[in-house]
């Protein structure tokens, strides 16, 4: 049973658009949600993370909305661009023991 | 930065071989992990280790072994590679919080 479900498994934005990913959870013992960015070629990195006592966290053009009650968090992808285009997955984290979303291909059209 | 190593990028080898996949760490993380990445399957873990000579299965185990015998180096066995076992090798390591991956090992058995 997937422990994390991640949507859509492809997206495709214009320049300047908002990319949204979402993810939904059902263990409420998760106390970290991570997203990562996958570059071609390249492993994972961490993107930006949220802890479960707070709705919102921004970085950038990055925002992870976090929804407790709903088991639901969503990665937005503010003014995409080209150079966001990658993969990325999201996580959820019990006792140092991450399970991954399938991943979302994110193409951005210039 | 962390930094994570997987000694090899591409890697082909023939049904039945016994292959190798090694992984080695430089910030004296405890927590090491195996996870392989298909398409539309995300990542999925094979086998983690939180100590030196200490292995537990992940989700994915069987075909596959594991040895840590120094804290910086995981390595990952294929006792008699299959085809079904063609992927990309995903090799990550934390302490707390975090994860850093390699930049992984696609492996294509032939």
């Known amino acids: 049973q997937q422990q994390v479900k991640q949507s859509p498994q492809s997206l495709i934005v214009q320049k300047g658009g908002i990319s949204i990913i979402n993810c939904a959870y059902e263990?409420?013992?998760?106390?970290?949600f991570p997203w990562y960015q996958q570059f071609p070629g390249k492993g994972p990195a961490l993107l930006i993370a949220i802890r479960p006592d707070v709705s919102e966290k921004k970085e950038g053009r990055f925002t992870i909305s976090f929804n407790k009650s709903a088991k639901q968090f969503s990665l937005h992808i503010m003014d995409s661009q080209p150079g966001d285009s990658a993969t990325y997955f999201c996580a959820a984290v019990n006792f140092n023991k991450f399970y991954f979303g399938s991943g979302t291909k994110l193409n951005v059209k210039p | 930065d962390v930094k994570v190593t997987q000694s090899s990028r591409y890697l082909v080898k023939r049904t039945g071989e016994k292959v190798f996949l090694e992984c080695v760490q430089d910030m004296d993380h405890e927590n090491m992990f195996w996870y392989r990445q298909d398409p539309g399957l995300g990542l999925r873990l094979i086998y983690f280790s939180y100590d030196v000579k200490m292995k537990e299965k992940g989700d994915i185990p069987e075909g596959y072994s594991v040895s840590r015998e120094k804290k910086e180096r995981f390595s990952l066995i294929l006792e008699s590679a299959s085809t079904n076992q063609t992927s990309m090798y995903l090799c990550?390591?934390?302490?707390?919080?975090?994860?850093?991956f390699g930049s992984g090992t696609r492996l294509t058995v032939v």
């Open positions: 990550a390591s934390s302490s707390t919080g975090g994860y850093t």
């Open positions: 263990n409420t013992a998760f106390d970290y």
